[in-house]
């Protein structure tokens, strides 16, 4: 009887505060801003402090090892296999999001994690070409070089996307994601 009496007073919106789930990991969140500073930081001293540039980039190439690891040993909406889906499924998730009628997901929607592997892979790209420009084979070419800068620079307009997908899936569901990044914390599934 008491805990009917209970249950009444959370739809009533009464004393009880919203439920809310565990969802991005002490390590996914501390990989997150570490890897946005880092990436802010690299790319702002690409051209000028070589040697910060290059600290710069080391680091995001380990946060990375250590994220794909974690891709397949991290809880549940850390894994690749909780958010890594077909083509065909994210292009119909993105027609849902202009419809304005695309579900919530309580870890990465299908469109979040195709841009997480984008990232990813840009990344790695970005990393292996500055790496080359390091080595005895590759010191000076000029392709090299030019491959880099083209990855650095396509990188930052998927982080602009990215950004952009953030803002607008917290619109349409009414929550706030970067919150969640930080705390970890999202507002449970209504039934
Ligand atoms: C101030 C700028 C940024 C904000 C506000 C932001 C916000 C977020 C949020 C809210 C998520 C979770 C998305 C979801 O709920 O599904 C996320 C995930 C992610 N973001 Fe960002 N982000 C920023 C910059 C960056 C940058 C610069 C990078 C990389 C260069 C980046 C890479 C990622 C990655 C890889 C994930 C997936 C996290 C994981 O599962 O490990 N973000 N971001
Ligand atoms: C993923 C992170 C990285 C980003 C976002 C990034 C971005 C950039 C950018 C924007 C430039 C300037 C290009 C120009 O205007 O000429 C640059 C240059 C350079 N990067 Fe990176 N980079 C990254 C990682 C690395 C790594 C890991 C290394 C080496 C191990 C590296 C080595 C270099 C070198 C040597 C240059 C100088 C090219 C020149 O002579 O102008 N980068 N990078």
Do not use: C
């Amino acid at each position: 009887m008491a805990s009917v009496d209970h249950n009444v007073m959370i739809e009533a919106g009464g004393a009880m505060p919203p439920a809310t789930v565990k969802v991005w990991d002490p390590f996914v969140r501390v990989f997150h801003w570490s890897l946005a500073a880092l990436f802010l930081l690299a790319y702002v001293t690409g051209d000028e402090v070589q040697n910060v540039h290059i600290a710069a980039g080391y680091a995001i190439a380990g946060l990375l090892a250590l994220r794909i690891v974690w891709g397949f040993v991290g809880p549940r909406h850390a894994r690749f296999g909780d958010f890594v889906r077909s083509p065909r499924a994210v292009f119909a998730y993105v027609r849902d999001v202009a419809l304005l009628r695309a579900p919530r997901f309580i870890g990465h929607n299908p469109a979040g994690g195709a841009m997480v592997v984008a990232l990813i892979v840009m990344l790695i790209g970005t990393g292996i070409t500055g790496y080359m420009m390091t080595t005895d084979a590759y010191w000076g070419a000029e392709w090299v070089e030019e491959v880099h800068e083209v990855l650095a620079n396509l990188t930052v307009g998927l982080v602009v996307v990215h950004v952009l997908g953030v803002l607008v899936a917290s619109f349409e569901h009414r929550e706030n994601l970067v919150k969640a990044m930080i705390t970890g914390r999202k507002r449970a599934n209504e039934r």
